[in-house]
């Protein structure tokens, strides 16, 4: 059996002193490693109802939009502020690394579809929860959020649980 963790690369102080960064790189270089967490998410969502499955910017375009195929359902992303070419809403957020703001397009979501939002990484908890206020803000109800990597010592769990959105991780720290 694999053990993703194998692949899973801890890059101290980056972006910045302090953080342990969880580098997902090189397992996306080893196709087989790379199959089994997409399989995995695939095996996890095929037997729910869901309609189309959210990435966040930028390593959650890579399972979000590997799974909304497997899934057969679309995909949208959820981009950093200007980022994307049409009409957007727009939700502002704090993260580990400071504030930012995230956007959708106004038309990326239909009112009731239900969505799976997929990230790489759960810590705080900021970037999940700006994803969900913008799904629901279209009118769409969250499924489920997805991530390769749950880090257990920081609030994104509890943030969540508060919210009463289910957490699916692969692997934990």
Do not use: W
Not at 84 to 108: N, Q, R, V, W
């Amino acid at each position: 059996m694999i053990n993703l963790k194998d692949k899973i690369r801890n890059i101290p102080n980056f972006p910045k002193p302090g953080i342990n960064f969880k580098d997902i790189t090189p397992m996306l270089e080893d196709a087989e490693y790379f199959k089994e967490a997409c399989d995995l998410l695939y095996l996890l969502f095929k037997d729910q109802d869901v309609d189309k499955v959210v990435g966040i910017d930028a390593r959650g375009f890579i399972f979000g939009s590997t799974l909304a195929y497997l899934l057969g359902v679309g995909f949208t992303p959820a981009r950093k502020k200007g980022k994307l070419p049409f009409d957007t809403i727009t939700e502002t957020f704090t993260c580990e690394y400071g504030t930012s703001e995230m956007e959708m397009h106004k038309d990326a979501i239909k009112p009731g579809e239900r969505v799976v939002i997929i990230d790489d990484l759960l810590a705080t908890g900021g970037t999940a929860i700006s994803a969900i206020n913008l799904v629901e803000k279209l009118g769409g109800e969250v499924v489920e959020c997805a991530f390769i990597i749950g880090l257990l010592d920081l609030p994104g769990f509890e943030m969540l649980k508060k919210r009463n959105i289910k957490v699916l991780t692969l692997i934990n720290y």
